[in-house]
């Protein structure tokens, strides 16, 4: 029936059964034999063949107004699974809370300017979680914080957009350990960190089972900036990639404690389904989005540093 309904259409469009047949790069013949089956599907004459050329019928005009958003939409399905048409739909995009400062607003704004048309959601949550997300199809692409030299996960495609060091930091006003110091002396004190399923927790509770320590948890929240307030506080330790620390306005209020035996580099990753569709262009102007946010924050942190 689909080819009734264009060849119709592009008859109304036309006023012609020949230049309708010239559009679809069909025969004229094609062209009324499809007429006549759409006619019998209908139940009813679609043209006066009186006239010349044939004009529309009362019915005619009904199916014709009917026909063309659907044809409308059928290119618009079709189109789906085509990566080199204009992104159309949602973007459901998935984003760790610990980088969302430095990436939200450019990945964003730079999404509907390039591609106003297309609806983005937002979803915030643990690494893993939003890998499960993607892995499920409830999410078309997700940025995950994974270890230092990992691939992309099983079954999906990806790039690592940067890699930084995580640092462990303190009040600066209210210090609970000395500049310079180690897995032992930091164990003696709490943390300020992500619930369960944070990957650099994750590694912070590693390191203190090798050293025959535990980590004692004072508060675990999501939310960086709440976290970083609560350690400029005085009321824990806490683990804040560099490049966030660097874009955090509690910046000043913290200090990097160096620890001699233990150090974290995470890397972050862009990672999708192997199979986009359309959603493809829109996928790879989030990733340079990305990138360029990750650079400009790398440049204004060493401008900073340099300057005080």
Not at 170 to 189: I, K, N, W, Y
Not at 284 to 290: A, M, N
């Amino acid at each position: 029936m689909i080819d009734e309904l264009k060849s119709f259409v592009t008859v109304v469009d036309a006023a012609s059964l020949t230049r309708a047949a010239d559009v679809l790069c069909v025969s004229q013949s094609t062209i009324s034999k499809r007429i006549q089956r759409l006619e019998e599907l209908m139940g009813g004459v679609l043209f006066d063949r009186n006239a010349k050329p044939p004009l529309p019928t009362a019915l005619a005009k009904r199916v014709y107004e009917q026909a063309v958003p659907v044809l409308r939409a059928l290119e618009q399905l079709q189109d789906i699974a085509h990566e080199d048409s204009p992104p159309s739909g949602t973007l459901r995009f998935g984003l760790p809370q610990a980088v969302t400062d430095i990436v939200l607003f450019d990945a964003v704004t730079g999404m509907k300017r390039r591609f106003p048309e297309l609806d983005v959601q937002l979803l915030t949550d643990s690494s893993p979680r939003l890998q499960e997300r993607v892995d499920d199809g409830s999410l078309d692409v997700a940025m995950l914080i994974l270890p230092s030299g990992a691939a992309s996960p099983a079954g999906l495609a990806g790039n690592r957009v940067t890699r930084f060091d995580v640092k462990v930091v303190q009040s600066t006003d209210q210090p609970l350990v000395a500049r310079r110091t180690d897995m032992h002396a930091l164990a003696a004190h709490g943390w300020i960190l992500n619930p369960d399923g944070c990957g650099y927790r994750a590694a912070l509770e590693r390191a203190m089972t090798d050293k025959g320590q535990a980590v004692r948890l004072s508060i675990d929240t999501y939310g960086t900036d709440m976290q970083l307030r609560l350690v400029a506080s005085g009321l824990g330790l806490g683990l804040v990639p560099i490049d966030v620390l660097r874009a955090s306005k509690w910046h000043r209020k913290l200090s990097v404690v160096e620890v001699s035996d233990f150090a974290l580099a995470i890397d972050l990753w862009l990672v999708h389904p192997r199979y986009l569709g359309n959603l493809r262009q829109a996928v790879e102007v989030l990733r340079e989005s990305i990138v360029a946010s990750f650079d400009g924050q790398s440049a204004r942190g060493a401008k900073g540093a340099a300057s005080r």
